[in-house]
T-cell receptor, first 113, second 114 residues
Framework: GDSVTQMEGPVTLSEEAFLTINCTYT??????LFWYVQYPGEGLQLLLKATKADDKGSNKGFEATYRKETTSFHLEKGSVQVSDSAVYFC????????????FGQGTELSVKP | EAGVTQFPSHSVIEKGQTVTLRCDPI?????LYWYRRVMGKEIKFLLH????????ESGMPNNRFLAERTGGTYSTLKVQPAELEDSGVYFC????????????FGNGTRLTVT
């Protein structure tokens, strides 16, 4: 079935380090892809999205490129800050699935000063 | 605008008891979703309302779970009787047009069944 797999966490980085969180997906159709972020004590927020192959989503210094050939949507940031500490969720949406987003298990990121 | 509001933020109950979670979506959002995250695993879809109608309830785990959205405004999710494996964080989300328009999530209700 359709699914999303993220790299295991927690990920601990020093401030200004480079971040990559891997995300791969399996889908029967042609999905839209999303990254959501959950800061401590808050709900999920959409971080970025891409709706077709080779699209690059970007926001707040984060980027992810929709790679159809490798079925991946890895999240990257060149220089993380303490304020980026959160749980990051990769997700896909298929139009033939009605209303549901399919999420990965989440990757906790902790950035130390 | 006010965001999606969930109540309570945290609930601790004993196995066999009943709990009701509430979600108030953003005003004017016809689409309302319930999701659940259990024990640090993936967030799983439970069901989707369009106004007061259940559009998709394929993710509801069993008949101990009952979701309602009378009048197409707020929604409740009742678990009766609760079991240990029901522990987790229950998220509600709403959107204006459907999942291809931005989903706005609430802060979640953390349910602990002891």
């Amino acid at each position: 079935g359709d699914s999303v797999t993220q790299m295991e966490g927690p990920v601990t980085l020093s401030e200004e380090a480079f971040l990559t969180i891997n995300c791969t997906y399996t889908a029967t159709g042609y999905p839209s892809l999303f990254w959501y972020v959950q800061y401590p004590g808050e709900g999920l927020q959409l971080l970025l999205k891409a709706t077709k192959a080779d699209d690059k989503g970007s926001n707040k210094g984060f980027e992810a490129t929709y790679r159809k050939e490798t079925t991946s949507f890895h999240l990257e940031k060149g220089s993380v800050q303490v304020s980026d500490s959160a749980v990051y969720f990769c997700a896909l949406y298929l139009y033939n699935q009605g209303g549901k987003l399919i999420f990965g298990q989440g990757t906790e990121l902790s950035v130390k000063p | 605008e006010a965001g999606v509001t969930q109540f309570p933020s945290h609930s601790v109950i004993e196995k066999g008891q009943t709990v009701t979670l509430r979600c108030d979506p953003i005003s004017g959002h016809d689409n309302l979703y319930w999701y659940r995250r259990v024990m640090g695993k993936e967030i799983k879809f439970l069901l989707h309302f369009v106004k007061e109608s259940k559009q998709d309830e394929s993710g509801m785990p069993n008949n101990r779970f009952l979701a309602e959205r009378t009048g197409g405004t707020y929604s409740t999710l009742k678990v009766q009787p609760a079991e240990l494996e029901d522990s987790g964080v229950y998220f509600c989300a709403s959107s204006y047009r459907g999942p291809d328009s931005p989903l706005h999530f609430g802060n979640g209700t953390r349910l602990t069944v002891t």
